[in-house]
Structure formats: structure tokens, C-alpha cells
């Protein structure tokens, strides 16, 4: 099981596939095809260019979309990565403008974003990925996510905003490598130093970020060499708990992003073994984690590009709903809760009901059964 966790709220969101088959089915006129999933999330995450996508991507309805957030009131976050290394320093405003526009469509439907997740700010305007063109210094850098953070403040009040990190592509610090540590060495520069620097940065612009998000798949989290220098221990909980600690210091929250990395190369064709995969590996996942005594304060089941490569059906399948399911089962098993926040989850979702009715020629049944209905359509 693991050492004794000490209960505390924490939250469960979803991210389903963008690159696979549409998303429209899961927001259709029932929700019966992903009920338990969707009554126990707290947030659905999509990516910010789904709204008007490229051609690789899958477009999101929207109008059935935000249709369908509001009357389950489901809360919406989004992952947002335009950040342009060939902006110069003047890509804080810029990019600040970009996720304002992409984002309009919510506001126009009557929804608001409960939290902004950064996809790697840092090494897109350090030009440290494949593709990412010109690069800033760690100082501009910084310099540029704080005046985005102060813009995006004005422009989402009362959003929360973080960072998304891929792990394995830093050195965290000189004693905690990456598995690839990729960025570190394009950049010379280690995760920790990035991170307090744009922390330093916001902070002297007064405002902050409210999370880092580590993304670090099953595959990689339980890796012990570094890919490039095998004699270079990894330490995936020890790094883990660091950056955690790092985060508690500053009040700032921890959160995770938990799936699996199905490798594409070896599930070539095969859609059904990655999907499968993709769910078992999930799964083992959340009891590492409990294992190692890694408790986020937020867990967000997202897919691996294009698996599982089915949304639906949630009872099984080995689709992302099934993943889901199962996953927010076991972390709810595994990972305690304050009573007074099982309260509040249990108090927010809708129960269902059985109307046990000998109708016939008086009305208050049927006035019951309207009722009943009227409760359903406002999600209680």
C-alpha cells in the first residue's frame, strides 16, 4: 500500500484525445454512455486549439459542448501552448492576446475557464523542442510568462493558472537527471532555476502561477537511467516529492497528469493492444504512486495522443471513458479524502431516482414526473 497518507482534498479532471475519432458522441442528448465518469470529475480539460483545429486535430462542437457543461455543470479548463520563441521579449502581450481570442467562443456561451494549463512555456521560448524557432534567454523567458500571467489575470479573472512541465525531458537539478534530460542540455539550464525564475519574475510583477503540473507517464516516471548516460541514476519519487515540496513552500498546488506513453512505433496498427495498454498501465500507474507515498492535489487522466482510440463506452472496451472509470475508482479508493470534502462530492452529484407511480386519472403523479424531469435537465 504504501506509507500512511494524511487525508486532504484533492480534485480529478479528465482530458480526452484531441488527434482521434470526434469527441461529439460525449455530448450528445444523454450522458448515459459516460454517467458515472462525468458525476465524479470535477473539471473536463480541452486544448485550446480545438475550438478552430488544424487539420491534424479533431474539431470540438462547441455549441453542444458548452451546452452540455452547463447542464451537468461540469467546470472546463483548457491547455493552451502557442507560446513563440520567435516573438522576442514581447511574446508575454502577444501570446497573452492569442489565448484571449482562441478562448472567446467560452465567454459567448456562458462558460468561464476554471484553470489555464501552460503547455511548457519555458522551453518553447527557450527554443529547446524540435520545431520551436529563435529562443530567449532563462531572464527573458521569465520575463515573458509574468507579463503573460499579469494579462491573462485581466483577461480570466478568478482563473487559475499553471505550469505544465514534461519531466523527463529536464534535469531537474544536478542530483535529480530526467530520463532525457533533452532541454537541459539544449539550454544549459536545470528545471529548478527555470521555475524559480519565473516565480521571481511574477512575483516582482505581483501576481504568481497557482500550480505546476508534471507531465510524466507510467513508462518514464518508473525509470532508473538516464537514456544518453546510464550510469546517471533516475529518481523519479525522490524528484517527485522535491518539486512537491518546492511547490508547498510556495503555496503554490502539485498536480499530475497520469497515463501512459504507448509508443506508437509498437503499436503500429494495432489499435486495440494500445488501448488496452493504455488502460492496464494507467491503472498501475495510480498504485505506484500510492506506493511511493506521491499524493497531487490534483490528478488529471489524460490520453496519449491518439489512444485509447475510442471515447466510448465507459463500462468497458479499454476506451478513454473506461480508463477513466476505473482510474477514478481506484484513486478514490486509494487516496484519501477529509469527510467533509466526500460530503461536498456526494452533495453536488445527482442521485437517481426510481418514481414508482399508479397513474391513471389523478394528476399528481404526473406532476411528479414533470418535476423529476425539470430536476433532471438542471443536473440535480
Known amino acids: 500500500m504504501g506509507p500512511p497518507l494524511a487525508p486532504k482534498p484533492y480534485q480529478i479532471g479528465i482530458a480526452p484525445s484531441h488527434i ?3 469527441t461529439a458522441p460525449l455530448f450528445a442528448e444523454r450522458a448515459d454512455d459516460w454517467d458515472e465518469v462525468r458525476r465524479n470529475i470535477d473539471f473536463y480539460k480541452i486544448y485550446s486549439l480545438q475550438a478552430a483545429p488544424p487539420d491534424w486535430a479533431s474539431p470540438l462542437p462547441v455549441d453542444s459542448f458548452a451546452a452540455f457543461m452547463k447542464k451537468h455543470r461540469i467546470a472546463v479548463d483548457a491547455e493552451f501552448g502557442a507560446f513563440r520563441a520567435d516573438g522576442g521579449v514581447g511574446e508575454g502581450k502577444t ?7 482562441m478562448h472567446a467562443w467560452l465567454g459567448h456561451r456562458g462558460l468561464k475557464l476554471r484553470a489555464l494549463h501552460l503547455d511548457g512555456p519555458i522551453r518553447r521560448l527557450m527554443g529547446c523542442g524540435r520545431g ?3 529562443s530567449l534567454s532563462l531572464e527573458q523567458a521569465a520575463e515573458a510568462i509574468a ?3 499579469c494579462e491573462c489575470r485581466k483577461s480570466f479573472p478568478g482563473t487559475r493558472i499553471g505550469l505544465i512541465t514534461n519531466l523527463p525531458n529536464w534535469h531537474y537539478s544536478p542530483e535529480h537527471p530526467g530520463m532525457l534530460g533533452t532541454w537541459t542540455h539544449r539550454s544549459g539550464v536545470h528545471y529548478c532555476d ?7 519574475a511574477a512575483r516582482r510583477k505581483g501576481t504568481r502561477f497557482d500550480f505546476v503540473e508534471v507531465d510524466c507517464p507510467m513508462n518514464y516516471y518508473r525509470a532508473t537511467r538516464n537514456r544518453a548516460n546510464p550510469s546517471r541514476r533516475v529518481n523519479n519519487v525522490a524528484k517527485f516529492k522535491a518539486l512537491q515540496r518546492w511547490c508547498e513552500e510556495r503555496n503554490i498546488e502539485f498536480w499530475l497528469v497520469v497515463n501512459y506513453d504507448t509508443n506508437p512505433q509498437r503499436v503500429a496498427g494495432k489499435a486495440a493492444l494500445g488501448s488496452r495498454l493504455f488502460h492496464d498501465e494507467t491503472l498501475a500507474y495510480i498504485r505506484r504512486l500510492r506506493r511511493d507515498g506521491v ?5 488529471t ?3 496519449w495522443y491518439k489512444l485509447p482510440a475510442e471515447h466510448l463506452p465507459e463500462e468497458g472496451g479499454h476506451s478513454f471513458m473506461h480508463t477513466a472509470r476505473d482510474s477514478i475508482r481506484l484513486i478514490r479508493e486509494l487516496f484519501p479524502q477529509p469527510d467533509s470534502a466526500k460530503g461536498e462530492v456526494m452533495a453536488t452529484r445527482p442521485v437517481k431516482v426510481i418514481l414508482d407511480t399508479d397513474m391513471s386519472g389523478d ?3 404526473a406532476g411528479a414526473l414533470g418535476l423529476l424531469h425539470a430536476l433532471a435537465d438542471l443536473g440535480e
Open 20 to 22: 482521434t475519432t470526434s
Open 95 to 101: 501570446a497573452a492576446k492569442r489565448v484571449k481570442a
Open 132 to 134: 520551436d524557432n529563435g
Open 147 to 149: 507579463v503573460f500571467l
Open 194 to 200: 527555470a521555475l524559480e525564475a519565473v516565480h521571481q
Open 295 to 299: 499524493f497531487p492535489d490534483c490528478f
Open 301 to 303: 487522466i489524460q490520453s
Open 363 to 365: 394528476g399528481d403523479d
